[in-house]
């Protein structure tokens, strides 16, 4: 199963755009990558998820280069609200139809106004 | 609202007891995820069930266990318990790959 790195934390203000890597040296073809937000307390929320290429939702962007050792969440124009904490998913569906689950360490996003 | 449910909310215990955490899936979802999240540590993977069947397993100790029933809701045992299984303990569901939704936790304090 491909380990995942993330930055520890990252600081930002409001109004900017947030570019949060991941890095998945080891993913293997039929893993997928998804993004979970979570708020202190709570459980993680679905943001995103992709194979390759890019992805796009109303709430943000997702970015996988043609080697997908890496994936990049975008976050256009942050608020205080997005304050969280972000963990980077690698999943894989094998053939036998079991489900191997990897969760990165978590990316702690702080916005200041 | 994610559609999960989580009982109970909170659980305070003492050590060398036995809990049993219960997870009531979204509808129609059939997969079921328990992860421990340990204070200010990220999550942590313990096991998947799938319509009743183990489908994937974690970082889970022997001292736990899990099931899901014919109607698809879980528990999570944890049994012998120590300080340090204090944690919060959530539970997720998913159709198929992809996304998981999350319950709202229990939250495990073993005194």
């Known amino acids: 199963l491909a380990k995942t790195t993330q930055p520890i934390s990252m600081d930002s203000y409001e109004g900017q755009e947030v570019n949060i890597t991941c890095s998945h040296n080891n993913i293997a073809t039929n893993d997928y990558i998804t993004w979970y937000q979570q708020f202190p307390s709570q459980g993680p929320r679905f943001i995103i998820q992709?194979?390759?290429t890019k992805v796009t939702n109303e709430v943000a962007s997702l970015f996988i280069p043609a080697d997908r050792k890496s994936s990049t969440l975008s976050l256009p124009r942050v608020s205080l609200s997005d304050t969280a904490v972000y963990y980077c998913l690698v999943g894989r569906f094998m053939d036998t139809g079991r489900r191997a689950l990897t969760f990165g360490s978590g990316t702690r996003l702080q916005v200041q106004p | 609202d994610s559609g999960v449910t989580q009982t109970p909310k909170h659980l305070i215990t003492a050590t060398g007891q036995r809990v049993t955490l219960r997870c009531s899936p979204r509808s129609g979802d059939l997969s079921v995820y328990w992860y421990q999240q340990s204070l200010d540590q990220g999550l942590q993977f313990l096991i998947q069930?799938?319509?009743?069947?183990?489908?994937a397993k974690g970082n889970i100790l022997e001292r736990f266990s899990a099931q899901q029933f014919p109607d698809l809701h879980s528990e999570l045992n944890l049994s012998s318990l120590e300080l340090g299984d204090s944690a919060l303990y959530f539970c997720?569901?998913?159709?198929?790959?992809?996304?998981?939704?999350f319950g709202p936790g229990t939250r495990l304090t073993v005194l």
């Open positions: 997720a569901s998913s159709q198929t790959t992809g996304e998981q939704f």
């Open positions: 069930y799938y319509n009743g069947e183990e489908r």
């Open positions: 992709g194979y390759k």
